[in-house]
């Protein structure tokens, strides 16, 4: 070793050696610090129960080829001037056009690219560091089409010029590095059930395989979910949004080996047509429409919209100039409405009252009449859905198991995945059957009721009706809150009062019903909530325990919501939310089944859980866990992740659990507050779940903890 200096620097002798001690060498070092990691095996396989086979979502995959490599190269794309490329979706138009034009120079072979910085080969590229250079014709720069257009002041004369010119073209600059080496060999071992520290890369490799194969057959893209422009496959959900129809399709390592994975899947799309359906169908469309791609007839040249002009389209005014050979040229003012009606003789019908769309820039404006756009098809609708449009999207992507096993085959079928180029380098060939299983049909679970009924299952279901609850609660200082005008609220409480008799609930008189003003009804949903709160507070001498909220609608109610905000979040009060078609003893039990619980009672218990016959968790202190995140809607990237946890209480119960919440930074699965110091305190997840768990089971501390993370 030398010093800065150039001269030997003077070490300190090694340690001694003990006697029979030997150093290791550089490769068992290497061996040590790379531990070996595995699934946890499983201990046997259940035998209860009625064996059934069951069909699976999954197809069978095979793979010829083991010996090579994939190739994994770092993906640099720059402009003619050494700007980076940030326009989203480029990066295949260019890789694509690389690949045709110096297919020579990269040994002719097949790429699987990510459509941003990586790309795949099976084997090497002749150099490590691959630089070249790429002439792109770019179809929608947003550049002004043939006809012209009035924002860029352009006279009638140059559009036979412009006609002929060729598509304007994008030079860019290709960077190809060397990143990193994959050994197919990793999926011989999924193959078998087993995983190795390359298995996750190489099957990350053969998913990207599946997106560029979708994406060549001129799919929308949605992570490793496909959707084809099949109008068939889309759905209306109103407001200028469809519901389109596709399929997830990825590779997964299974304890049985390696298989396709294809399942139903369903985004949000813009409806494709005329301009001004959208516009007038959905109230954000000024906001939504912004960087959506329109054709504009009659050139079908294809542009992003930047915006809407301020003015409507006749009083939306340009300089129009015209050149007179050497002369120069004169110019005039004129409205976009007058110059394609008269300049151009295109009739328009409408547009003369509507705003103009812009294709140009902001400071440099390109107005198109709106009649003359349409929206082209596959383009992500990414903003929040009304509550209306969610309760369709999900009642028209409901499939019966049959339709959807006849759509995914048909799936399979047509993405032709035997055809593609990579996988069949690969040697990867895939079943063309759904796996099939083997499963047990288990028996019910039987449940315990008050005063020791047992309750049995009869078509699925269990019946509370003429039953008492194990631990009943007390419903009092309570009121009813009515927004509902059709329901009759004296004999809803009335039998609301009798039916919790008989289940062991004390119902007290409510404190107070309070009628929403009719005034109110056609106001804004918080608008309707923070009016009843103020009733609320003004005729309530204290805080309310427990309120009931009577609503119109049974399903998709605006005022459900805001309400459960207000009263949850903002104040604490437990609250239940009523929409009462038909009133019935069934119908009042399930309310008060909720009630019940949501006041701490405990409607009933699972059989065994009266007996110490329940395997590890009836010998020893045990806490249940379970575990998740759930995300705002695609449209709400700065909506906050809630963190939740329940944890089992009164060990040896599991039937009695707790909830806990947390927020944390938006689209994060990762629950980042379980653990959570604060100076010498902890003020995480667990350690709530913990001290409930000790001084709810007779000061016991858990043993042992069963976690359930979804």
């Avoid at 070092?29 to 209860?48: E, T």
């Avoid at 019908?349 to 009449?369: A, E, L, M, Q, W």
């Avoid at 895939?430 to 078509?459: C, H, M, W, Y």
Wanted: glycine residues 6%; contains cysteine; proline residues 6%.
């Amino acid at each position: 070793m030398e010093s800065h200096n150039g001269e030997a620097d003077d070490l300190p002798p090694p340690p001694p050696l003990n006697v029979g001690d030997e150093p290791l060498k550089a490769e068992e070092i290497k061996k040590l610090s790379k531990p070996k990691r595995s699934l946890v095996p499983r201990k046997g396989f259940g035998k209860k129960g009625q064996p059934i086979r069951l069909v699976t979502n999954h197809f069978k995959v095979s793979l010829k080829n083991t010996e090579e490599f994939f190739y994994h190269y770092y993906v640099n794309l720059k402009y003619e001037d050494d700007t980076p490329v940030d326009r989203k979706g480029a990066g295949r138009s260019v890789i694509e056009k690389l690949q045709q034009i110096y297919a020579t120079e990269l040994a002719n072979k097949d790429f699987a690219y990510d459509g941003e910085k990586s790309l795949f080969t099976i084997g090497a590229l002749p150099e490590k560091k691959n630089e070249f250079t790429v002439v792109v014709e770019d179809v929608s720069t947003g550049k002004t089409p043939a006809n012209g257009s009035p924002g860029n002041d352009s006279p009638p004369g140059s559009d036979r010029k412009r006609v002929r010119r060729p598509y304007n073209t994008k030079t860019y600059k290709v960077e190809l590095s060397f990143a990193a080496q994959i050994p197919m060999s990793a999926i011989t071992h999924a193959l078998r059930g087993q995983e190795s520290e390359h298995t996750q890369e190489a099957i990350r490799v053969i998913d990207i395989i599946l997106r560029q194969h979708s994406a060549k057959q001129g799919c929308l893209l949605v992570r490793q979910s496909f959707f084809r422009n099949n109008p068939s496959n889309f759905v209306d959900l109103g407001g200028g949004v469809m519901g389109c129809r596709g399929f997830h399709s990825s590779f997964r390592a299974t304890q049985s080996g390696l298989s396709l994975n294809i399942d139903v899947s369903t985004t949000m799309i813009v409806k494709p047509g005329p301009v001004i359906d959208f516009l007038l169908a959905n109230q954000k469309a000024k906001r939504a429409l912004r960087n959506l791609k329109i054709k504009i007839t009659p050139t079908n040249a294809e542009n992003k919209i930047v915006g809407l002009s301020d003015k409507p389209c006749r009083e939306t005014m340009f300089t129009l100039r015209r050149r007179n050979g050497d002369n120069g040229g004169d110019s005039e003012e004129i409205s976009v409405y007058d110059h394609f009606v008269k300049n151009r003789g295109i009739d328009l019908r409408y547009s003369g009252d509507f705003p103009c769309i812009n294709v140009g820039k902001p400071k440099r404006p390109s107005y198109f009449p709106i009649e003359l756009c349409t929206l082209v098809s596959l383009q992500r609708y990414t903003k929040s859905l009304s509550t209306l449009q969610r309760s369709s999207l999900v009642e028209k992507s409901r499939q019966k198991p049959q339709e959807r096993m006849s759509v995914l085959s048909d799936v399979l079928q047509r993405s032709n995945y035997d055809s593609e180029p990579m996988l069949m380098a690969c040697g990867i060939s895939i079943a063309k059957s759904f796996t099939e299983v083997d499963g047990r049909v288990l028996q019910a679970p039987k449940l315990k009721a008050g005063n020791g009924e047992d309750i049995s299952t009869r078509n699925g279901r269990w019946n509370f009706n003429n039953k008492r609850l194990i631990r009943a609660s007390s419903v009092e200082k309570w009121a009813v809150v009515n927004f509902s005008a059709r329901c009759n609220v004296r004999d809803l409480v009335r039998d609301l009062i009798k039916c919790g008799g008989m289940k062991g609930i004390k119902v007290d008189q409510p404190f107070d019903t309070f009628e929403e003003n009719p005034s109110m009804r056609r106001a804004p949903a918080v608008r309707r909530v923070e009016d009843m709160f103020e009733q609320v507070k003004t005729k309530l001498p204290g805080a309310p325990k427990f309120l009931l909220c009577i609503l119109s609608e049974r399903k998709n109610s605006d005022v459900y919501g805001p309400w459960k905000k207000k009263c949850l979040a903002e104040f604490g009060i437990v609250t239940q939310c009523v929409a009462p078609a038909r009133v019935n003893d069934q119908y009042l039990t399930n309310v008060l089944l909720k009630i019940n619980a949501k006041l701490g009672g405990l409607n009933s218990l699972l059989q065994v859980e009266s007996s110490p016959a329940m395997p590890l968790i009836s010998k020893v202190p045990t806490m249940i866990l379970g575990m998740d995140v759930s995300h705002g809607s695609p449209g709400q990237s700065d909506v906050p992740s809630i963190a939740a946890v329940v944890s089992s209480r009164e060990w040896p119960l599991i039937s009695k659990y707790r909830a806990s919440v947390r927020s944390q930074s938006p689209k994060m699965e990762m629950i980042d507050s379980l653990f959570k110091p604060r100076g010498t305190d902890d003020d995480g997840l667990i350690r709530e779940c913990l001290i409930d768990f000790y001084t709810s089971s007779g000061k016991r501390k858990p043993d042992q903890i069963i976690i359930f993370r979804s």
